[in-house]
């Protein structure tokens, strides 16, 4: 069988602790409040521009026509009407903000220092634009969004003046220079790559550092044979003079008495005869044969390998000196691509800059002022718009008032769960 939840008992839950709810919700909506005042106080200040894009011909019924005489009504569509979203994109353009500027700096008012945004809304079904400025300072949203108003009227109602014309040709003019010198870089950078071959040549440096290292471990290998037949040669060399002290020993007496024999008196010249040739024991004794036999191999080995390391040590100091040249070219090669590339993305910039002048120019060329005017101008914030306390407020009690009936609720069920 389901339990339903008796309303009562869960009134009673909530009565029990009602001072905790009641200091929950106190506590948070008064700290709420508290942190309210130590935001930061945003103004928000507001004027009307009505568009009227022509004067009506036609006019379809007599309330249109006061509606469109007093400003503030409907605007018929016609084929020089410019549309909500164009104003809206002038508005917004950098030649109404320096403008916008321009008449601020002439009145002496600067807005360093301040947070200020700036937004602007079409009002549905009526020809009026609703332009709001937010600050941090009521004065500086007060007098921004009338000189924002007042900018945009000016430049609305210069378009075809002398100043306007000469202005859109020197932009047009402008930003074909900017367009022919970005094509220019483009194609200068194309060529460099292609003519550097830059892939080719790190390409080239990759497989001679390959080698370079191939050739380093060789090296290592051939050093290592090296020693041990340096070693294996001077444990032969050994061996065998040990042997030639074992015959010579052995001979001793049979040969000095065979010199003295035959020498006679004349010593010295028998032993200049004798001293370099082997004796017969040497000459038939096969392990001396193959100690000789071994020491020859092994020199000859060694002379190979020290040839060999000497070979490609040469050939590793060639490929460094090739690999430092192709570096060097590299290294060229990169400052000049860099150089390009900076100058390119200086050049684009100023492109994008330019592009966007021209852009506002052919928008403002499009407009028909007709009597574009300010409808109602701001006034100094009374109070401010953010933040909103009273909204905060409710907000906090809201929520808190349901984490704290929760939180009881979670309580009363514990407490019988105890129980």
């Given at each position: 069988m389901e339990?339903e939840?008796d309303l009562?008992?869960l009134?009673?839950v909530?009565?029990?602790?009602r001072?905790?709810?009641a ?13 309210t005042f ?9 004027s009307?521009?009505?568009i ?9 019924s007599?309330?249109k026509?006061?509606?469109?005489g007093?400003?503030?009504?409907e605007?018929?569509?016609?084929p020089?009407s ?6 809206i994109?002038?508005?917004n ?9 321009d008449?601020?700096n002439q009145?002496?008012i600067?807005l360093k220092?301040?947070?200020i945004?700036?937004?602007v809304?079409?009002?549905d079904?009526?020809s ?5 400025v937010?600050?941090?300072?009521p004065?500086a ?12 009227v000016?430049i609305?109602k210069s378009k ?10 020197f932009?047009r ?7 022919s ?12 790559k ?5 892939e ?7 497989k ?6 191939a050739?380093?471990?060789?090296i290592?290998?051939?050093?290592e044979e ?14 065998i ?7 010579t020993?052995?001979?001793k007496?049979?040969?000095d008495?065979a010199?003295?024999r035959f020498a006679?008196?004349d010593?010295?010249a ?8 082997k004796m ?9 044969k193959?100690?000789?036999?071994g020491i020859a191999q092994k020199?000859l080995r ?5 040839d ?16 430092l040249k192709?570096e060097?070219e590299?290294q060229?090669?990169s400052?000049n691509?860099?150089?390009?590339e ?16 021209v852009?506002?120019a ?8 007709g009597n ?14 953010k933040?909103n ?6 907000l906090?009690f ?6 704290s ?6 309580g009363g069920?514990l407490?019988e769960y105890?129980g």
């Amino acid at each position: 069988m389901e339990e339903e939840i008796d309303l009562r008992e869960l009134f009673m839950v909530f009565w029990k602790r009602r001072l905790f709810i009641a200091a929950f919700v106190s506590a948070v909506t008064v700290l709420s409040v508290i942190v309210t005042f130590m935001l930061p106080k945003r103004y928000e200040a507001s004027s009307l521009l009505t568009i009227n894009p022509y004067y009506l011909t036609y006019i379809q019924s007599p309330l249109k026509a006061a509606a469109l005489g007093s400003g503030i009504g409907e605007s018929a569509p016609g084929p020089e009407s410019t549309s909500m979203k164009t104003h809206i994109a002038i508005l917004n353009s950098s030649r109404v903000r320096e403008s916008l500027m321009d008449i601020l700096n002439q009145r002496d008012i600067d807005l360093k220092g301040h947070n200020i945004s700036y937004e602007v809304e079409s009002l549905d079904e009526t020809s009026l634009l609703k332009l709001k400025v937010i600050s941090d300072d009521p004065a500086a949203a007060k007098e921004a969004v009338n000189a924002w108003g007042e900018a945009y009227v000016e430049i609305a109602k210069s378009k075809g003046s002398e100043g306007s014309v000469t202005y859109a040709k020197f932009i047009r003019n402008e930003y074909e220079v900017s367009r022919s010198k970005l094509e220019e870089l483009e194609e200068k950078i194309s060529d460099l790559k292609i003519k550097s071959q830059i892939e080719t040549k790190k390409i080239r440096i990759k497989k001679l550092r390959e080698q370079q290292n191939a050739d380093a471990g060789r090296i290592i290998e051939l050093t290592e044979e090296k020693q041990l037949l340096e070693e294996n040669l001077k444990n032969l060399k050994s061996e065998i003079k040990k042997h030639n002290k074992f015959v010579t020993t052995g001979s001793k007496a049979l040969a000095d008495e065979a010199i003295w024999r035959f020498a006679g008196d004349d010593v010295d010249a028998v032993w200049d005869k004798l001293k370099d040739k082997k004796m017969i024991t040497q000459v038939r004794n096969p392990i001396y044969k193959e100690m000789e036999t071994g020491i020859a191999q092994k020199e000859l080995r060694l002379s190979n390998v020290a040839d060999r390391i000497n070979y490609i040590k040469k050939r590793s100091a060639s490929l460094t000196d090739s690999v430092l040249k192709l570096e060097k070219e590299m290294q060229e090669i990169s400052q000049n691509l860099k150089r390009l590339e900076r100058e390119q993305n200086l050049t684009q910039t100023n492109y994008d800059a330019v592009y966007s002048r021209v852009t506002e120019a052919e928008l403002i060329s499009k407009i028909n002022a007709g009597n574009t005017k300010i409808l109602s101008r701001a006034s100094l914030p009374g109070g401010p718009v953010k933040p909103n306390r009273k909204k905060i407020a409710l907000l906090a009690f809201g929520i808190s008032l349901l984490l704290s009936m929760i939180t009881a609720g979670f309580g009363g069920m514990l407490e019988e769960y105890k129980g």
